[in-house]
Every structure is written in structure tokens, then in C-alpha cells.
């Protein structure tokens, strides 16, 4: 069972958002489940007096929340980026429900640090910045209304986790050693430099090839091993190209 | 498994709210969870602007919500009154969490109305009013900091019955064409061939890459598109290092 320091251990970052009082109330709402780590990307706003209103007994979690200008450097040290979404995206990830989703949330959580990304109040995450996400999460919601606040998104998802921990089980995957955002984002970027070598990537017509890339990468979950595995074999490409 | 309608047939009850604003947004709450009925005890004031703003889309809710002087008149036609506390009560009743409730309540609710109950925002339940509760339930929580905000209460709890029932279905990976085993078997047998071009794989001494990467692509679940890209890629690989 995790502790709460587990809990603690996940993050949640809030992604542009445009009102100072959702982020005072998400983060009350985090506190009430035993969750610490607040991040703020860009927001349009600082967390103002409605805001410490909003956060009542939380007040010092949103006073240490941290405030980055993207999305990526909320997410460097992190073995898990979880994007919430209400739909499905066409570069197809795999939707999971939150309950379904919670126990691999927890098990990485144990291994490193992870994010819950939520995205603007009116139009969500956008592709890109769910393309940094290594899983897409949807809290199930009436098809015909599914528009949860802001700050009652991040209570249900920090409640499902609280939840789960009490009765969570197992890890998922064996010994492994989670990749961390910094070393996929290395990998892709090594990816993308062997791709316009080889001309496969035309640098001025990129079209949408490393958003799939990194899409399909996000989704395996890679391990530290791999990433040096597939680093290693691009540079063997890259030699033998040069050649 | 219990229809939408069931969940339709579960009220919310506001027992004398201080502000109008948690009445909106606790509507909204309800609504994005598929439930429909709000009574309201005693408000200290009716809906208002502010309250229809909270509300967002789920004004017509709001609108309809049924207003009474006591929490009995607000309970008569019900099957199970289940009274939403932080803590337990001298008058000693089991004090359930709300996971563990889910399936009893909405088993009743499969028989008749049933009534979810909260207090108001700074004292809760009185004993009184809890006294006309069948069920005494909590929503797990933080020990040192355990107060949810109304409305992210009634999210919760909307949240939690609406799982239990997975009355709602989760919209699918998007239009995605999962890769058959063949098409995945051919995307390794290129990969493989490319490795041993470019030297990285030495055919003579393999050791355990092929397994390795068998596995990490096994762990991606790609589509058919995916594969396509990655032999794409492969071919410009390939056709460069012939060069």
C-alpha cells in the first residue's frame, strides 16, 4: 500500500489556466486528499486574494506552488505525465477511465515523481501539450454535459487516487527503471536529427510525423534501457549514413 | 447494471447552503455525473446570478430545483436518505465510506428515490438532521485537513455512484486500426535487417536486443499507420546507408 507519501509524490500541474479562483480551489481540493505538489503553467493570472479565498485551509500549498512558462519544465523529472481529456483525440492514444488508469498511476508514482496535467478551462489540452503525456486519462461524464469544473476535475481525480491507494496492490511491471520525460525528449530529439539525415523528415514540410512519433513513444512507457537501446541504434544508423 | 435513469432517480439535497454560488456549481456538478433531481432546505438565499453562472450548463437543473422550509419534506417519497458527514456521531450509526456504500445505494435506487444529503458549508449535518438519515456516509479525506467544498462534496459523490453504476460508456481510442500480429512480425524481421546493415546488430552474437525491442513494441499496442511510419523510416534508413 502506498504511503502518503506516495501521494505526495504526484503532481498535479495546471496547464493555462484562466482563472485565479479554479486554482485556489483545485488547490483545496488536492490538500483534502493528501496531495502537495501544485505547478502552474502560464497561467493567465497569479493566484490572487479569490484565489487564497478559494484555497481556505490550503493556503500554503498554493502560496509553494511552482510557476513555469511550459508545459515541458513541469514535466522534466517526471517517470509519468497523465493528460486529463474529456474526448478522444485523433492521434490515438488509448483513452483509459480514471478508475481503470489509477493503479498504474500509483504503482509509477512508487518509482519517481508523476503528473496529472489538466488543461485550459475552456478548451482543455491541446494536442501538443498532450503529446508530452505518456497516458490519456477521462473522468466518465454524462455524454450530453460532460463539462466538470476545473477544480472538480482535480478533486475527482485526486479522490480516485486516495481511493485506490487504499486498496492498491501490486506493481505493475517488474524491476523496471522508468525513462524520465527528459530522457524521452532526448531520444526524440535524436530521432528527429537521424530522420532528416536520412531525408525521411523534410525539416520544411514536417507535416505531423514527430507528433506520431512521440505519441507512439509516449505510450510505451519506455524504460531507461530502451531508451539507450534505441539511442544506440540510431547512432549506429547515423554512422553508417555518414559514411 | 443500473440504467441512466437510475441515476436520475438519486436527488440531491442542499441542507440550508450559506451561498448561492456552491448551489450552482453543485448543480453542475450533478449534472456532468447524470443526475438530475436538486432539492434545496432552507438556502440562506435563493439561486442567483451568481449561482446561475456556477451552474454554467446546467441551468435548466438549477432552474427546476425544488425548494423546502424542512429536510423531511424534502425526504418523504424517499427509499434511503444517505447523510453525507466528515465524521462520526455520538448517535452511533456505522459510519460507511463512500466506495463501500455505492453498491447499496444504488441497489435501492434500483426500488425507489433515494436522497444523497449535505449540510451546510461550516457545520455540516446536525444531529437532527442526521437523524433522519437510514445511512451515514464519508467521503475519505485528508486527517488533517478533511473539508471538501460543497460542491466538490456532491462531485465526488455523483462521481463515485455514476463509476459504481458505469452508466456511461467511454468513448473509444478514436478511428484507430490496431496493427495485426503479422503486420508487427514484418515491422521487426525490417527493423532486424536494418540493424544488421547499419552493424548495430551483430547477427553472430545477438544477445537479447531483438527480445528487447519485440518487447517495447509489443508494449505500444501499434496501429497499422504506426507501422507504416516506422518502416517508412526504416526504408530511408536503409537507402541512405546503401549510398
Same sequence: chains 1, 2.
Avoid at 488508469?101 to 491541446?126: C, K, M, Q, R, W
Avoid at 485506490?164 to 532526448?186: I, K, M, N, Q, W
Avoid at 539507450?228 to 559514411?243: S, T, V, W
Wanted: hydrophobic content about 45%; overall charge neutral.
Amino acid at each position: 500500500m502506498p504511503s502518503p507519501s506516495t501521494l505526495e509524490r504526484i503532481r498535479v500541474v495546471l496547464a493555462r489556466p484562466s482563472h485565479a479562483g479554479n486554482i485556489g480551489a483545485a488547490a483545496r481540493a488536492m490538500k483534502t486528499m493528501g496531495f502537495a505538489d501544485l505547478r502552474l503553467v502560464a497561467p493567465r493570472r497569479a493566484p490572487d486574494a479569490e484565489a487564497r479565498s478559494l484555497a481556505a485551509g490550503a493556503a500554503e500549498l498554493l502560496a509553494a506552488a511552482r510557476t513555469c512558462e511550459r508545459l515541458e519544465d513541469a514535466l522534466g523529472d517526471t517517470v509519468l505525465a497523465v493528460g486529463f481529456s474529456a474526448r478522444g483525440r485523433d492521434l490515438s492514444q488509448r483513452l483509459r477511465s480514471l478508475r481503470e488508469a489509477a493503479p498504474e498511476i500509483l504503482s509509477d508514482a512508487a518509482h519517481g515523481p508523476v503528473a496529472l496535467v489538466f488543461g485550459n478551462e475552456t478548451y482543455g489540452l491541446t494536442n501538443e501539450e498532450m503529446g508530452h503525456c505518456g497516458m490519456q486519462v477521462s473522468i466518465p461524464a454524462n455524454p450530453e454535459y460532460s463539462s466538470l469544473n476545473l477544480a472538480a476535475a482535480v478533486q475527482v481525480a485526486c479522490y480516485e487516487l486516495a481511493s485506490s491507494a487504499r486498496s492498491f496492490a501490486l506493481p505493475r511491471r517488474g524491476e523496471h527503471d522508468e525513462a524520465t520525460h527528459e530522457d524521452v525528449e532526448a531520444l526524440i530529439a535524436h530521432w528527429q536529427s537521424a530522420m532528416i539525415a536520412s531525408g525521411y523528415l523534410d525539416p520544411g514540410q514536417p507535416g505531423r510525423l514527430m507528433e506520431r512519433l512521440r505519441r507512439l513513444l509516449a505510450r510505451a512507457e519506455l524504460e531507461r534501457s530502451e531508451v539507450k537501446l534505441l539511442r544506440g541504434m540510431l547512432g549506429a544508423f547515423e554512422a553508417r549514413m555518414r559514411r
